[in-house]
């Protein structure tokens, strides 16, 4: 495993980013939305943060035709929000921003509710793999294309709670999918 962002680095990314997010919504009416579980160390951080009134939400989201060769779009249901966004800025928080596929099939579902705006907020941007025409709005650290673990990321259930960001080396998880064809 090799560190990435060391601790102390990734604070002051979230803290960069919390100015950044206050500046713009400052005296707005700001929903943040959690996107995913990977989402909620950042999440918790900016709420930390920011001295700004906002909501809080989380969506899980799941891909409609699961387990076949072309899945479906990003759905959520809304109806599980707790609070009404019409009228309010949205910004939606998300670990990484990888392809770009998942925001870009959540921002017109939550523009079907009604908000103000929508904006993006992730903790990490891979380079290289964007599919999509649209950028996050506001962007903790760009990272080279390598699967991460730390700060709510995980590896089959392992690494999520290290305070840093670090990339696993392909044996790493090359050994796992070993141990699982063994139980198998």
Not at 81 to 87: D, F, K
Not at 108 to 136: H, I, M, N
Request: proline share 7%; hydrophobic share 40%; charged share 25%.
């Amino acid at each position: 495993m090799k560190i990435l962002i060391p601790e102390d680095q990734l604070r002051q990314g979230i803290s960069r980013m919390a100015k950044e997010i206050r500046k713009h919504y400052a005296g707005k009416p700001l929903t943040m939305v959690g996107v995913q579980l990977g989402s909620i160390v950042l999440l918790a951080d900016l709420i930390r943060l920011l001295d700004i009134a906002f909501r809080v939400e989380l969506v899980q989201a799941r891909r409609s035709g699961r387990g076949s060769a072309e899945p479906g779009p990003l759905v959520f249901d809304p109806g599980l929000l707790v609070t009404e966004i019409r009228g309010r800025h949205v910004l939606l928080v998300d670990d990484t921003f990888h392809t770009g596929t998942t925001i870009w099939d959540l921002i017109p579902q939550f523009d079907e509710l009604g908000p103000e705006t929508v904006r993006v907020a992730v903790l990490l941007r891979k380079q290289g793999q964007c599919r999509v025409p649209k950028q996050p709005d506001f962007v903790g650290f760009d990272i080279p294309d390598t699967f991460v673990v730390g700060y709510g990321l995980d590896y089959e259930d392992r690494h999520r709670n290290l305070p840093y960001i670090a990339a696993l080396e392909p044996h790493e998880m090359a050994g796992s999918a070993a141990q699982r064809a063994e139980r198998t």
